[in-house]
């Protein structure tokens, strides 16, 4: 089985040659895990066709982390979680940039809102969308090497809140500049969707060694992000939006078309993803499985009282 790695623009690379309908050779397994760690973000073209195929793609690179929101697991396969899987009644709708949008999600990292983040997820799409439902992915770890050195020492011994929203508009409080998003009014999309409940804030420090390649890595999340810990708002504010607007940048972003049976497996550590969203009367189903990162190596902890940002 010869693989044939090709890059992508801005980051990630394709895979072609891979068959996953039947056990992977282990010099094939050495040579994912290689271009995981080299390229963060890894496109598998129409190459998952059942779940079965999927978790052996998936256990390549580690074994699964159950997902923190039960609603989301699979009946019957805990390892998956799906994806976008709403009828259109169902779809949080938001207007975005002037047109109503379902399953839009803003960039984030997977899971900032728990003590230990995952170290990757494999995501396969079932049936896309007809039209539109694109997912973005960016490099955030190139985007730190190319922050000014003055603000990288100062991230150094940050450490910064998070917390799960509701997912509404109002509450993202960084990467505005990316997008205007707003609430869509009855009038515009009339949907029953069932709010999140927001989880306890947790506190993460702002960069961390990766814990594959050790490579220093931003955690960030503009998706839950709510302060620096131990700074006025003001000052934090100013902070963060510099540092957010500096990632946001399309430089660092490569944009994924979905086709029906794609894998994309993409590092929790090293990129970022946003779901750019879809009109609310499509309908899309996909897969995903959350790569354990290593249980000895906690990434956070919970905000004490003094340190939860209102």
Do not use: C
């Not at 995981?36 to 256990?59: C, D, K």
């Not at 020492?153 to 409080?173: Q, S, T, Y």
């Amino acid at each position: 089985m010869a693989l044939d790695i090709q890059p992508l623009d801005n980051m990630g690379a394709r895979i072609l040659g891979l068959d996953v309908s039947r056990p992977i050779p282990d010099d094939v397994q050495d040579a994912l895990r290689a271009a995981w760690a080299r390229y963060g973000v890894l496109v598998f073209p129409e190459t998952g066709r059942s779940n079965e195929e999927q978790l052996r793609l998936s256990h390549v690179f580690g074994p699964s982390q159950p997902h923190e929101m039960e609603p989301l697991i699979v009946k019957d396969e805990r390892e998956l979680i799906i994806v976008s899987g709403e009828q259109p009644d169902e779809v949080l709708p938001l207007v975005v940039d002037g047109q109503v949008r379902g399953g839009w999600l803003f960039w984030h990292q997977d899971e900032s809102y728990t003590t230990n983040i995952p170290l990757g997820s494999l995501l396969r799409m079932v049936t896309p969308t007809t039209v539109d439902g694109e997912t973005g992915f960016l490099d955030i770890a190139r985007a730190y090497d190319e922050l000014p050195a003055t603000v990288r020492a100062k991230l150094d011994d940050l450490e910064a809140v998070h917390v799960l929203h509701g997912h509404k508009p109002a509450d993202h409080r960084f990467g505005h500049k990316w997008a205007e998003v707003r609430g869509a009014k009855p009038e515009e999309w009339d949907a029953e969707f069932h709010e999140l409940t927001e989880f306890d804030q947790v506190i993460h420090k702002m960069v961390r060694p990766h814990p594959v390649t050790g490579r220093k890595v931003l955690l960030l999340s503009p998706l839950s992000l709510l302060g620096v810990v131990g700074m006025g708002k003001a000052e934090s504010d100013d902070l963060l939006n510099l540092i957010v607007d500096h990632v946001l940048d399309e430089k660092y972003v490569y944009i994924h078309k979905w086709r029906a049976n794609d894998m994309v497996l993409w590092d929790n550590w090293t990129a970022m993803h946003h779901a750019l969203g879809y009109p609310p009367t499509e309908y899309r189903l996909g897969y995903r499985t959350t790569i354990a990162g290593p249980h000895d190596y906690l990434t956070g902890r919970w905000a004490r009282p003094e340190e939860v940002v209102p």
